[in-house]
């Protein structure tokens, strides 16, 4: 290949929006001391999740790893937590999801500024978590007013845009390089939303976001090797992408960028799409009321109403057959009769296709009785960025005519609800344990917990997550 091509359009500005990303990945360093709570909980959520994954699912072991026909390890590469690989940086972006970016690249520009004995380049915690906050905020902004889903592109687009952004600070590529870098994340040819609607649901939807990583980290390495950015991608006439794929708009932004969305991060502190949290609260608290009356789910209930927001009904309002576990675990109407019948908060491996209930007449009896509407105050108070809301609310009607109601508008998971960053921390510790010793977690909520987060650097909190 010959050498990167001259940018000749050096004169022109990019466009605002890329402008606004690259200086707050930049130029941001004072988080509330709330983000910072809530980021240390993110990280370690997200670690925990993965290793979860790793131990429970054979659909996500199958992806991890050397990619074929590799199988030698990568010396001082990256190694997932929980798992005995490591990976190039590329590969290591992928394998970890939402963080992937993040923490692959920290660890190994880390690992090798150690080597070189260059401490100006080690990242620490503390960076990491800084970089956590500035990919949350520019995600969750931009989802706030922007619906990708309604031109039919997944919402992963923007950890790739996000992750793109902070990867690029974290490399210490310098401002023009990072501009390049976030305008590509931009002209990629971006995911279709397909792969998490019926009826194509599948397990794409689980590795979209090491995808859209794994395409971040190498964006940025495409620029640090000198590659032109786009100058003006999103506003060309024709060929841009506001005209190509956003129905001729330009981008809203809700506030400029801080660390609120880090803030009010909603945590998944059940195995359930985010907008169905709230109907499980609802159902666990009708199936104990039918329970106490004496009265069977399959012989006794008529039908099931349940209202909700507008993102429930694009998102989870899934009828008809159920073909695989992503399928599952985005339909409210399982949700909700799988909890009936088993008197329980439903879990991960209740979606699997070995899981009795994914086969289970019963379960699609039930279904059938359920009918599932928009309430608009629901979603008025969902898109309200004062209230954020996640409402649900579930109507039983009886074949004696009697009923049973149950609304929820906070879900645990939500910064309203008091028990969230306790049930997370259980969480965490709960996942931690599939793969890692009790002192190794102890070691890890410690460096967390104390002053030391700001000093230690990226890949000794890393090795403390190693399987052996």
């Known amino acids: 290949m010959g050498a990167p091509a001259p940018d ?21 360093t004072n988080p509330s001391p709330a983000a910072w709570t809530r980021a240390k909980a993110t990280l370690l959520d997200a670690v925990g999740s993965a290793i ?29 937590p929980g ?61 706030i007013r922007n619906a990708f889903n309604r031109v039919g592109l997944d919402h992963v687009i923007l950890v790739k845009v996000a992750s793109t952004a902070v990867v690029s600070w974290l490399m210490g590529l310098d401002k023009s390089q990072a501009r390049a870098a976030v305008s590509h994340a931009w002209a990629d040819g971006h995911p279709l939303r397909v792969y998490r609607q019926a009826p194509n649901a599948g397990p794409r939807k689980g590795w979209a976001a090491g995808d859209a990583c794994m395409r971040a980290v190498h964006l940025a390495t495409l620029a640090r090797a000198g590659q032109p950015g786009l100058r003006s991608v999103l506003t060309t006439p024709r ?21 609120w969305v880090m803030e009010n991060v909603l945590f998944k502190v059940m195995a359930v799409e985010g907008h169905a949290l709230t109907s499980v609260d609802a159902t666990v608290i009708l199936h104990r009321q039918i329970q106490a009356r004496g009265l069977d789910p399959i012989r006794d209930i008529k039908e099931i109403h349940v209202k909700t927001t507008d993102a429930s009904m694009t998102i989870i309002n899934k009828q008809g057959p159920l073909h695989n576990y992503a399928d599952r675990d985005h339909c409210m109407r399982y949700i909700i009769a799988v909890m009936l019948l088993k008197g329980d908060v439903i879990e991960v491996q209740d979606y699997q296709d070995s899981s009795p209930w994914a086969s289970d007449p019963r379960v699609d009896e039930l279904r059938s009785r359920i009918a599932m509407t928009e309430d608009k105050e629901f979603t008025r108070d969902y898109h309200n960025q004062d209230i954020r809301s996640l409402a649900n609310e579930i109507e039983i009607t009886f074949h004696d005519g009697s009923r049973l109601n ?8 939500h910064v309203r609800h008091a028990k969230t960053l306790p049930l997370v921390r259980e969480k965490t510790i709960r996942n931690f344990k599939l793969g890692l010793p009790e002192n190794r977690v102890a070691a890890i909520i410690e460096v967390i917990d104390g002053p030391d987060f700001e000093q230690t650097p990226a890949s000794t909190f890393m090795d403390l997550f190693q399987s052996s």
């Not at 359009?9 to 707050?24: A, H, K, M, R």
């Not at 790793?54 to 190694?79: N, V, Y």
């Not at 520009?109 to 956590?132: E, M």
């Open 239 to 259: 060929w841009g992408f506001y005209q190509v794929l956003y129905r001729d708009q330009a981008f809203e932004l809700p506030r400029p960028f801080g660390s």
């Open 52 to 80: 979860e994954s790793f131990h429970t699912s054979k659909e996500c072991r199958d992806l991890l790893g050397p990619q074929w026909p590799t199988s030698s390890p990568i010396p001082d590469g990256f190694r997932p």
């Open 406 to 413: 149950e609304r929820v508008d906070f879900p645990a998971g």
């Open 83 to 143: 798992t005995e690989y490591s990976l190039d940086l590329l590969k290591g972006a992928f394998d970890m999801d939402n963080y992937g970016a993040i923490l692959a690249t920290a660890d190994l520009l880390t690992r090798d500024a150690l080597k070189r004995q260059d401490s100006s380049a080690i990242i620490t915690v503390k960076q990491i978590l800084l970089a956590g906050i500035k990919a949350y905020e520019i995600q969750g902004c931009f989802q």
């Open 8 to 28: 000749n359009n050096s004169e022109q500005p990019y466009d605002g929006v890329i402008d606004l990303i690259v200086d707050y990945a930049y130029d941001y």
